[in-house]
C-alpha cells in the first residue's frame, strides 16, 4: 500500500503540474485576489497550492467567524476529498496500552460530547505587516477566526487506549500529505499536560455544522489557547510517545527565540537551544467596524472590535486618539469563555474635526498587554501590535 | 485507498478558469523553475516576496525549499533558478514589468485595512 500510495502521489504531483502548465499557458489568467473554495464564500487568496487563504476584516464583525467564511491554510498540496464513511482514526504508540482504530460513528457513540468556543489563530497571522518584511505567508488580519467546536475529548480517546504514566508528548498526523515523499509530513505533538486538557477536543462540528472540507473535514483537533499549527485538520493517527517528536515541524518550524516571548504555557519536553515552540496566542484586538474605505468616521462608524488571548482572560480594552498618551476603557461585551473573541465598544469622545488614528490595545488578566510595535522575530510569528485605523472628524 | 486531489478536481472543473493558478513570469530558467518549484506550489508563493525579493531572500529560499523540504534540484539547478528569482521578483520589477501578470496579488494597503469591501485589488 505504501508503494502505491507512492506512485499514486507523484502521478498526482505530476498530473497537477502539468495541469498547472496547460490551464496557465491557454488561459489569460484573471489576477482576482478572490476566489470560491468548496463550502466557502470569497475570501482573500494567497496562495493557490496548497490552498491558503484568509478571512476578510469584516467577518470579525460577529464574534463566531461563519464557516464559510474561517481562513484556510495548508502546508502540503495533496488533500484528501474527505470521506466521513472511509475515515478512521488509529490510536497507538509505545505509550499506550492497546491500539485503537475508530470509525466517525464509534468517536461519535462511545465517548461523551463536548463543546467549547476557541479562537484557531495562525501563528504567523498579520506577518504580511511586519517591517522589515519577514519571509512566510504575507498574511494581513485574517489568518483566524472564532467557533464553536463540538467533538470529544482527546483524554477520553487516550484513556480508552490505556495511556501510559510513561507518555511523554502526543504526535498527531493528518491525511494530507507533500506531493513529494521526501518533504517531511506535517505532523505536530502535544505535551501531556495539553494533550490530556479538557478543552483539548477531537471535533466533527463547528459552529453547529459538519467541519468544511477546508477546515479539516470530517475530524480535526481543536487546542484552546494554542496557536492553529497545533490544530491538525483530517486528524487520522494519534500516537502516544515516551521521547520527544524530532521531525522538522518540530524541531525547526514554528519556533521562537526564548528571550524575547516568555510563555505562560510552555512545552518543556521540546525546549532545547535558543528557540522554543511556539504555545499560546499573544493577546491581542482588533478594530473591526470600519467603513468600506477602511477609515472610522467619527459619530458615524460605531467604535467596536475584538480582543482575545491563550484563555487567560481579557481583562481590559482600551482605544488612544493621541497616539497612546491618554487611553480610554471600552465596554466588553458578550462572553462565550475564556478562549473565544471577547467583543467590545467605545463611545466616541469629543474631538476637533480633522484627521485622526484610533489605537486599540487589549490587556489580559496575567497583566500581558499588547505592544506598540510588533516584536521582530526571524519567522515573523505572534504579531500583536496596537490595532490603527485612521478616523475622520467633520467639522 | 480514494486519496482524490482535490486541487486537482478543482482545475479540471469547468469554472477552473477563476482557479488557474498564476503564470511565472518569462525570463530564463522557467522552465526548470516549473520543473523543480511547481508540482509542489503555485507561483503565487514566490510572487508575494517580489517586494522584497533580493538576491539574500532568494537564497534563502531556495535553500529552506532544498534542505526542509528536499526540493529535488542539484547545484547547478538552484544557480539557474536563483537568478530566475533574482531577475524577474527583485522589488525592482514590481509594477515596472510589461508582462500581463502582475507580481504581487496584493497591495500593501490592502493587506493592512484587511477589507473586501473598497479595499480588494483589481484585477488587471
Known sequence: ?395 | MNRTLWTVTLMLMPSGLALAEPEAAPGEGRELFIARCSSCHSVDYVEMHARFGTRALWESQVTKMRNAYKAPMSDEDAQIILNYLERQYGPGRTDTSQSTTPRSSMSKTSVASGLMVGGAPRSP
Open chain 1, 1 to 395: 500500500m505504501a508503494l502505491e500510495l507512492t506512485r499514486r502521489r507523484t502521478m498526482l504531483g505530476l498530473l497537477s503540474a502539468a495541469l498547472w502548465s496547460a490551464t496557465g499557458s491557454a488561459i489569460a489568467f484573471a489576477r482576482d485576489a478572490v476566489a470560491l473554495l468548496p463550502g466557502k464564500m470569497a475570501l482573500r487568496r494567497l496562495t493557490h497550492r496548497p490552498p491558503n487563504y484568509e478571512t476578510p476584516l469584516e467577518y470579525f464583525r460577529s464574534t463566531l467567524t461563519p464557516n464559510e467564511a474561517f481562513f484556510v491554510r495548508y502546508h502540503h498540496a495533496v488533500i484528501p476529498s474527505g470521506s466521513a464513511e472511509d475515515h478512521r482514526l488509529e490510536i497507538g504508540g509505545s505509550a499506550v496500552e492497546r491500539s485503537l482504530s475508530l470509525s466517525l460513528p464509534e468517536l461519535r457513540r462511545d465517548f461523551a460530547v463536548a463543546e467549547v468556543v476557541a479562537v484557531c489563530q495562525c501563528s504567523g497571522n498579520r506577518r504580511g505587516l511586519f517591517e522589515p518584511p519577514v519571509a512566510g505567508l504575507q498574511w494581513g488580519h485574517g489568518a483566524m477566526g472564532n467557533a464553536r467546536w463540538r467533538g470529544v475529548r482527546l483524554a477520553d480517546v487516550l484513556a480508552r487506549a490505556g495511556l501510559k504514566n510513561t507518555a511523554l508528548e502526543i504526535a498527531f498526523d493528518a491525511a494530507d500529505a507533500p506531493p513529494l515523499d521526501a518533504t517531511p509530513d506535517f505532523i505536530k505533538s502535544l505535551p501531556i499536560a495539553k494533550a490530556l486538557h479538557p478543552d483539548t477536543l477531537i471535533a466533527f462540528e463547528m459552529n453547529g455544522a459538519p467541519l468544511p472540507e477546508p477546515n479539516g473535514f470530517p475530524v480535526r483537533l481543536v487546542v484552546p489557547g494554542w496557536t492553529a499549527t497545533y490544530w491538525i485538520k483530517h486528524l487520522n493517527k494519534i500516537t502516544a510517545l515516551e521521547s520527544p517528536e524530532k521531525n522538522f515541524w518540530m524541531s525547526t518550524a514554528y519556533r521562537m527565540p526564548r528571550s524575547i516571548f516568555p510563555l505562560v504555557s510552555r512545552f518543556p519536553s521540546q525546549e532545547s537551544g535558543e528557540r522554543a515552540p511556539v504555545t499560546e496566542i499573544a493577546v491581542n484586538s482588533l478594530i473591526t467596524s470600519m467603513e468600506a474605505d477602511g477609515a472610522l468616521v467619527a459619530g458615524r462608524s460605531e467604535l467596536r472590535g475584538i480582543a482575545w488571548d491563550s484563555g487567560l482572560g481579557i481583562d481590559r480594552v482600551e482605544v488612544s486618539f493621541d497616539q497612546g498618551l491618554t487611553w480610554r476603557r471600552c465596554e466588553l461585551g458578550e462572553n462565550l469563555g475564556p478562549y473565544s473573541f471577547r467583543p467590545w465598544r467605545a463611545d466616541w469622545p469629543a474631538l476637533p474635526p480633522g484627521q485622526y488614528e484610533v489605537w486599540a490595545r487589549a490587556a489580559n488578566r496575567a497583566g500581558q498587554v499588547q505592544v506598540e510595535k510588533p516584536i521582530p522575530n526571524p519567522s515573523g510569528y505572534q504579531h500583536n501590535a496596537f490595532h490603527r485605523v485612521p478616523v475622520r472628524v467633520s467639522a
